[in-house]
């Protein structure tokens, strides 16, 4: 496999053995060399018409060959080779000369070090014009992708430079009656508003000639070629088409049909896939609850339900099967609930439901029949049958309550005890619960901050290998922690306790920083690396952390390409405003974006398209089944995502070469797991072994 660390150079000397110490000398400082020693003229025209060549390393006379010969065919063949001389006849008239004719340098052959530095500096600038001219290709590919989107797409959308229309698709034409876009080329944004609302509509322009859109979206009246008004809401957003700055203008229209609404509303509050309440709303109804029970105004209960091993049901239905498990499991519940209880798809496979004007004993009774009911239905798809149990949570909501988020957190530590007790059964959440969970976590807490004061924190690192010859040698960056007895504590044991104390920030960048310091150690042997670093929900959702980030690049002279920064689909659904902000701030920064666990839940991926990705991360889940026919569906969906949308995929935990057929089929371009390696101290897997 090539990476960055290959460099394929054309030797041209008179000796052979000149040649390989010469690439002997490159090894030593870190290259893997893939040189071809060239002796004559015919040699080298047969080297250049056939495989790629980073450098031609030349004497500055080889028999009959001189430098400048050499060079000239370099140049008439087209291709991007640097040529680089080194002889005993080094002058400042002779290296001139030799640069007027295309030379990268002059290098004395008794000045060894001096030679291999300037290698370096030429093979270094070489692999940026070629990063660069991808980049310039791939942004042509996605500025044509992207104008075939625009066009079919049914949002009126518009581009406006100095208030007029340089672009806009059919749907926007259309919206305010105007045939074919030269017409509306002449036509300034300002006489599409009403005219009493135009004064206002000018300030807008003005932020917008200063690059300062408005984030929010505004309402104005819009007007229809034909006189026509109808109230219209604008997003404005920087753009560039064609290479042109400018702003992309976004259009609704508001609907006077209460109807369609009303529906709109639903979906937003909606599961998708149960029909229940998503999180989001169900959060807001519970906070609701809490507030009134604050005041005196409310009694109920909160449940928190999750099945008993439902990976069973996944291995055994199938991804498409178990989706339909769930979505028999909310049907349940519905149908043996009580008439205005909030039920919910709270997350994954979790449900949660808010019951009202109950007592706690009411509620206890309810929550075993549903955890009879579940542990008594069989599901049954195309003829595979699976069952399961679940564990449930419950706690009261009363004046005592904190918040909705405190409640659920409580409840969620019931669950997890009736889980840890062998499931199947109801745990009510108590103060013996509240004061061990507390004490635990005490411990736990005690510890991150002795590590975080005491440097007691280490990396490990997996490899993630290219399926198609992506040059470079990438890493995963894996944290783990050290207790009193230097004994390993793995992040499982203590992310969860530190995301309560709000000490994740410190701990991403801890890792961020000893991240940045092992590339740069690494760069003194002459290894380019990337490292993929997870990142958490506190470090996404905080101003300050791109900031910071771009002052540790700064301070340590890194390129922000060495570092892509991961989170979880999770946290980037809950946290979308957020996490697009974070990409786009990343992008400036060089640095790269992945998301984390693609496809766990749900292979809708419709949220890509607001992310600056680089790379997508296929959960493991799905590779582990790749068998599996609905598996495969889902890693061919993600990977054709990956290739819609411009951005590489990888395949997590990788565990056998058996799901390698299915990943290379549907053009999965990396993998990473134990298969290859597990997670390691040392930076020392061989990346020319995947060749």
Same mark, same amino acid.
């Given at each position: ?19 390989? #110490? ?45 430098? /400048? ?51 370096? $500096? ?69 006489? %599409? ?25 505004? *309402? ?8 026509? !008004?109808? !109230? ?21 229209? /508001?609907?006077?049909?209460? #109807? ?109 029949? %549903? ?95 290219? %399926? ?30 530190? !995301? ?8 991403? $960048? ?63 659904? *809950? ?32 949220? %890509? ?83």
């Amino acid at each position: 496999m090539d990476n960055g660390n290959v460099i394929r150079p054309l030797i041209l000397d008179e000796s052979e053995n000149e040649a390989e #110490a010469l690439a002997s000398s490159l090894r030593n400082a870190g290259f893997a060399v893939r040189h071809k020693y060239i002796e004559n003229n015919e040699a080298l025209q047969d080297a250049i018409d056939g495989k790629s060549w980073d450098l031609l390393i030349t004497a500055s006379q080889v028999g009959d060959l001189s430098a /400048k010969q050499a060079i000239s065919l370099i140049k008439k063949s087209g291709k991007d080779i640097p040529c680089i001389v080194y002889g005993s006849d080094r002058t400042d008239d002779t290296v001139v000369d030799l640069i007027r004719c295309g030379a990268a340098d002059f290098v004395s052959e008794n000045a060894p070090e001096h030679l291999l530095l300037v290698i370096q $500096r030429e093979f270094f600038n070489l692999r940026e014009r070629r990063a660069h001219r991808a980049c310039k290709s791939l942004h042509h590919e996605s500025e044509k992708r992207n104008r075939v989107l625009l066009d079919s797409s049914r949002d009126p959308i518009a581009y406006i430079h100095e208030g007029m229309h340089i672009y806009a698709n059919q749907s926007y034409r259309d919206i305010f009656g105007y045939d074919d876009l030269e017409e509306l080329e002449s036509v300034p944004i300002m006489d %599409l508003i009403a005219s009493d609302q135009q004064q206002n509509f000018k300030d807008v322009l003005r932020r917008l000639s200063n690059n300062e859109p408005p984030e929010e979206a505004l *309402e104005y009246l819009a007007m229809h070629q034909d006189g026509e !008004t109808f !109230t219209a809401t604008m997003n404005f957003s920087r753009a560039s088409i064609d290479g042109e700055t400018c702003t992309q203008v976004m259009i609704h229209r /508001k609907s006077n049909n209460k #109807a369609l609404e009303k529906e709109i509303e639903q979906l937003r509050q909606q599961d998708l896939l149960t029909g229940l309440f998503n999180q989001h709303h169900f959060m807001e109804l519970a906070q609701n609850a809490v507030k009134r029970a604050i005041d005196g105004k409310y009694k109920g209960a909160l449940l928190y339900i999750e099945p008993d091993n439902f990976r069973n049901i996944k291995d055994t239905l199938g991804i498409t099967g178990s989706d339909l498990a769930l979505t028999d499991i909310a049907n349940l519940l519905k149908e043996n609930s009580p008439e205005g209880t909030v039920l919910a798809r709270y997350a994954g496979t979790v449900f949660a439901i808010l019951l009202n004007d109950i007592q706690q004993k009411d509620a206890e009774k309810l929550a075993e029949q %549903l955890r009879l009911r579940i542990s008594e239905k069989i599901f049954d798809v195309e003829g595979k049958t699976a069952t399961t149990s679940c564990s449930i949570g419950l706690i009261k909501i009363s004046e005592t309550s904190i918040d909705a988020k405190k409640s659920m957190s409580q409840v969620e530590t019931a669950c997890n005890f009736a889980k840890n007790n062998g499931g199947n059964m109801i745990h009510a959440f108590s103060m013996e619960d509240e004061l061990a969970s507390l004490e635990a976590d005490k411990k736990i807490i005690t510890l991150v901050k002795l590590a975080l004061k005491n440097n007691r924190f280490q990396l490990q690192y997996q490899p993630i290998v290219s %399926l198609h010859a992506e040059p470079g040698e990438r890493y995963e960056v894996l944290i783990r922690l050290l207790d009193q007895n230097d004994e390993v504590v793995m992040p499982g044991e203590f992310l969860a306790a530190a !995301t309560q104390a709000g000490l994740m920030t410190d701990i991403d $960048r801890w890792v961020i920083k000893s991240a940045a310091k092992a590339i740069l150690d690494k760069r003194k042997l002459g290894k380019e690396l990337q490292f993929f670093i997870k990142i958490s929900a506190a470090s996404l959702c905080d101003p300050s952390t791109l900031l910071w980030i771009s002052k540790l690049l700064q301070a340590a002279r890194l390129h922000g390409d060495c570092l892509v920064f991961e989170i979880k689909e999770q946290d980037a659904l *809950e946290n979308l405003k957020a996490a697009k902000m974070f990409s786009n701030g990343l992008r400036q920064l060089n640095c790269n974006f992945a998301i984390d666990h693609a496809g766990r839940d749900s292979t809708d991926l419709t949220y %890509l398209k607001h992310l600056d990705l680089s790379y997508l991360k296929i959960d493991g889940a799905h590779i582990e089944s790749a068998s599996d026919e609905e598996s495969q569906e889902a890693i061919k969906l993600i990977a054709e995502s990956g290739r819609n949308f411009g951005f590489l995929t990888i395949a997590e935990h990788v565990q056998d070469p058996t799901c390698l057929a299915v990943l290379w089929q549907h053009g999965v371009n990396f993998i990473q797991g134990y298969y290859l390696q597990h997670p390691k101290d040392k930076l020392n897997y061989d990346f020319s072994n995947s060749d």
